[in-house]
T-cell receptor
Framework: SQQGEEDPQALSIQEGENATMNCSYK?????LQWYRQNSGRGLVHLILIRSNEREKHSGRLRVTLDTSKKSSSLLITASRAADTASYFC??????????FGEGTQLTVNP | GAVVSQHPSRVICKSGTSVKIECRSL??????MFWYRQFPKKSLMLMATSNEGSKATYEQGVEKDKFLINHASLTLSTLTVTSAHPEDSSFYICSASKEGAGNTIYFGEGSWLTVV
């Protein structure tokens, strides 16, 4: 079964607004990663947060990790139309083997 | 930066034929590569772990005789879909891990397979 579950499954916002996506998982992890995928394309690595970290920033991205709740969130601030894509969380348990969540389809309307 | 290349990006084949997809790490060596499958609007499902110089490790429910994986060198893994059927039509993506630098994982651009 899928390790991660994400919500919402789809999110539609206006440019300039913030977008928050959540991810939950079931087992212990080494780290959790967030990826972006444009339609029909490969994955782009956005950010990695280790199991001993609670929050991480990268540009307009902010990721939190709560290992007690086995959950993570991805916040994209000041969204742009170009941020429209699918976003996936993925947990790494060992040896670069990733288990992906179901993904959130983000649409940013200009 | 590191790049993982997949070829072909799109392929159409007839039912019953076999098709090979290549995954190359262009500027680093990868002892391990991974193959994922993704149906439209769905998540990525790990199919198998490709190990250089040894047999691939398949996930539960993935037919190893159907999806042949060969990792003959440190920069190349191939996935061959044998006796393809329309239900094999999917997006196949590979990844490779660059050791050091936090073992960053890089994904290929994916390969669309359509079986007609």
């Amino acid at each position: 079964s899928q390790q991660g579950e994400e919500d919402p499954q789809a999110l539609s916002i206006q440019e300039g607004e913030n977008a928050t996506m959540n991810c939950s998982y079931k087992t212990s992890i080494n780290n959790l990663q967030w990826y972006r995928q444009n339609s029909g394309r490969g994955l782009v690595h956005l950010i990695l947060i280790r199991s001993n970290e609670r929050e991480k920033h990268s540009g307009r991205l902010r990721v939190t990790l709560d290992t007690s709740k086995k959950s993570s969130s991805l916040l994209i601030t000041a969204s742009r139309a170009a941020d429209t894509a699918s976003y996936f969380c993925a947990t790494e348990t060992s040896g670069s083997r990733l288990t992906f969540g179901e993904g959130t389809q983000l649409t940013v309307n200009p | 930066g590191a790049v993982v290349s997949q070829h072909p990006s799109r392929v159409i084949c007839k039912s019953g034929t076999s098709v090979k997809i290549e995954c190359r790490s262009l500027d680093f060596q990868a002892t391990t590569m991974f193959w994922y499958r993704q149906f439209p609007k769905k998540s990525l499902m790990l199919m198998a772990t490709s190990n250089e110089g040894s047999k691939a490790t398949y996930e539960q429910g993935v037919e190893k005789d159907k999806f042949l994986i060969n990792h003959a060198s440190l920069t190349l893994s191939t996935l061959t879909v044998t006796s393809a059927h329309p239900e094999d039509s999917s997006f196949y993506i590979c990844s490779a891990s660059k050791e050091g630098a936090g073992n960053t994982i890089y994904f290929g651009e994916g390969s669309w397979l359509t079986v007609v």
